[in-house]
């Protein structure tokens, strides 16, 4: 059971949501901008194309790796303490980034911003889901969700215009600066909660998790470059398998488990994470894919890029609350098996018209509509199909499931793309070609051009619009699968508003 410290009482609801909000905000401000920001970096301090890679999957990595054991340290240490350290060193790191000389030091920092970011993230849901119950919370989380839109909605356009007046370190002292103001608010309104008579964390259970979790993201990372029979991807996707064998049987002996895995017993449970992972491939995937295209390949400045990408998320700052609030008449399984519906048809349409700039915004506003119906409510859903003393570890969980799928969902659009601008050129096998392929299917045009001088520009572009049509297309697919086996597992349902011990 939850105990809360005497000074709940006295804390400050408002205060305290406002700290989640802005906790809400940094996190996609910390995948989306840096994303615009790799072309003007690259122009800066160098780097190879791998390298670049990994001032995105750096961040996704450590978040995606720690967050389960960041939940667990929330319930069992106090949920607001956690919040705190890891605003406090989220604040530190992140202002530390624009200061490193080169691009390794920046990766580096990165691994340790994504560790921040889990705890801090993983402590703030935790913490509101003790202060609030039934349709207080569905409003909450649906605000929470609408902070999170806004920060993927105005992040591009932000990092954008930051770069073309300040430079591109303004993409990380803006959300080092939001995450500085985030942590004296945390402790002058939040209480601590934390469970009673908890005993140690399962540490053996949370380091076999990391690694398993670990190993299998950075295998999607290296597979897009390295190819699936690279002894590289294979030992890693090995070692992940065998560590999550071993996680599992750790998880079975012990008396207080990391993760209680009899919870996936419950389909509720298991579609939650489905839920999870399924915006990886109908929204998170185009946020990174987009602006590389828009900037390397068709020339826009990153102002312009932030503004092409502003009608996909844009409906973020608005639909999550009206989600929230129809959740008073529609179930949530109903409107987030929709949302995923419109979105794969916004998708599928996007792939008709991609190659049109001035109409391929229609599109893109449908796919916002349709991935802001979920979005206001999965995270509220993630903490109430559990009591509230394991909030923390539904919280990690959920986010462990959210940036391992777009830690996947990125490779597999990674290898595809590239596996479809290799046979559309017809490229003679070779370390060039390769390296071609693999710089233009990340949007860098002029690398390819170099590696290349034999191809012309105009094809090589014309290549990289095709493969990415096709991908929008599998996208769609994708998107429509992850509904129809949403709506199987929800089909009895929590509400978001509803912790299961208060049915």
Known sequence: MSVASAETAGSSRFGVVLAGCLTALTIPLSIASPAVGIP????????????????????????GCTTLVAGGLADLHGRRRIWIMGGALFALVTGLIPLM??????????????????????????????????????????????????????????????????????????PALLAALTVPLVALSSAESRNAGSPRLDWLGAITFMLALGSLTYAMIVLPERGLLHPQTLVLLAL???????????????????????????????????LAAAPAFSYVVLLVVLPAGFIGVEG???????????????????????????????????????????????????????????????????????IGLPWGIMDGLAVSVVGKEQAGMAAGIFNAMRLAGDSIAL??????????????????????????????????????????????RTALAQAYVEAVRGQLFALAMATVLAAIVLGYL??????????????
Do not use: K
């Open 490 to 503: 929800l089909r009895e349902e929590v509400e978001p508003g509803l912790s299961r011990g208060s049915q």
């Open 300 to 370: 826009l400045r990153p102002t312009e890029a932030g503004l092409a990408m502003a009608a996909l998320s844009a409906p973020l700052l608005v639909v999550p609350l009206v989600a929230g609030y129809l959740l008073r008449w529609i179930p949530a399984r109903t409107l987030c098996c929709a949302g995923l519906l419109i979105g794969a048809l916004g998708l599928a349409w996007l792939a008709q018209v991609f190659q049109f700039p001035s109409v391929r915004w229609m599109p893109m506003l449908v796919i916002g509509i349709g």
């Open 101 to 174: 000389p080169d691009v390794a030091w920046i990766n580096v920092l990165r691994l340790l911003q994504g560790m921040a970011a889990s705890a801090a993230f993983a402590g703030a849901m935790a913490s509101l889901a003790q202060v609030f119950d039934g349709q207080a919370r569905a409003r909450v989380f649906s605000l929470i969700g609408t902070t999170f839109g806004a920060g993927a909605a105005g992040g591009p356009l932000l990092a954008g215009g930051l770069i073309d007046a300040l430079g591109w370190e303004w993409v990380f002292f803006l």
């Open 40 to 63: 003007a970096i690259r122009d800066a301090l160098g780097g190879s194309p791998a390298a670049l890679s990994w001032i995105i999957n750096a961040y996704l990595l450590t978040y």
């Open 411 to 456: 490779a597999l659009v990674g290898i595809m793309l590239s596996a479809r601008i290799g046979g559309d050129m017809m490229l003679e096998a070779g370390v060039v070609a390769r390296a071609a392929v693999h710089r233009l299917s990340m949007g860098d045009l002029g690398g390819a051009v170099e590696a290349l001088p034999g191809v012309s």
């Open 240 to 274: 992940s398998v065998v560590l999550q064998g071993v996680f599992i049987a750790v998880e079975r002996s012990h008396r207080t488990p990391l993760l209680d895995l009899g919870l996936f017993r419950n389909r509720r449970f298991v579609g939650v994470q489905i």
